[in-house]
């Protein structure tokens, strides 16, 4: 299997466009975790899902972070609008029920 | 509610010396522990976890990490350090196995020839 596939690897925006990071979990895979990590902050979760249904979005920053899951092998975080603050690297992590969350090698977001 | 506090951002060590990282939990229930490792650009790779079995838990690439519940720690060590080990440590908690994962702040290994 070739891992935890997030695309792009590195995006470079401008204030308040729209944003849209993917990632396709390893096969088989049946729990989907996006977190953030910044200097400031380190690593939050943002948002996990099982089988495909939002289960946790507490971490969720505000309104212009939407996240979807529309089957087993891919899912979106978007951003809209997108601000200088929101640049970070963008984690994707997969797992199977209960067991070791695999990384996918992040997405790398600058916002200016 | 669940958190961790690693002590020291950056730790040097020499090249065969003893690796020693420190974490320190909180948690209201009883905890599940874990340690990953991010080498520069890549994602998080798990060490190892703690899940309320053996307190002295061994991981991969030589590293190992004891639960003390009378100290809330979970420190992680290596008995000899290799120049490979340099990367950024993660602990991290959770009261729910995998699902939810805290992670502190990090830890920076360095290793010197």
């Known amino acids: 299997d070739a891992g935890v596939i997030q695309s792009p690897r590195h995006e470079v925006t401008e204030m308040g466009q729209e944003v849209t990071l993917r990632c396709k979990p390893i096969s088989g895979h049946n729990s989907l975790f996006w977190y953030r990590q910044t200097m400031m902050r380190g690593l939050e979760l943002l948002i996990y899902f099982n089988n495909n249904v939002p289960i946790d979005d507490s971490g969720m920053p505000e309104d212009r972070f939407s996240a979807k899951m529309p089957n087993a092998s891919f899912s979106t975080l978007k951003i809209q609008p997108s601000e200088p603050r929101d640049s970070a690297v963008y984690f994707c992590?997969?797992?199977?029920?209960?067991?070791?969350?695999?990384f996918g090698q992040g997405t790398r977001l600058t916002v200016v | 509610a669940q958190s961790v506090t690693q002590l020291g951002s950056h730790v040097s060590v020499s090249e065969g010396a003893l690796v020693l990282l420190r974490c320190n939990y909180s948690?209201?229930?009883?905890?599940?522990l874990f340690w990953y490792v991010q080498y520069p650009n890549q994602g998080l790779q798990l060490l190892l976890k703690?899940?309320?079995?053996?307190?002295l838990v061994k991981g991969i690439n030589g590293f190992e990490a004891e639960f003390k519940k009378s100290e809330t720690s979970f420190h992680l060590t290596k008995p000899s350090a290799h120049m490979s080990d340099a990367a950024e440590y993660f602990c991290?908690?959770?009261?729910?196995?995998?699902?939810?994962?805290?992670f502190g702040t990090g830890t920076r290994l360095l290793v010197s020839p």
């Open positions: 948690s209201s229930v009883p905890p599940y």
């Open positions: 992590a997969s797992s199977w029920d209960n067991s070791e969350a695999f």
């Open positions: 991290a908690v959770s009261g729910t196995g995998f699902q939810k994962l805290v």
């Open positions: 703690y899940t309320s079995a053996a307190t």
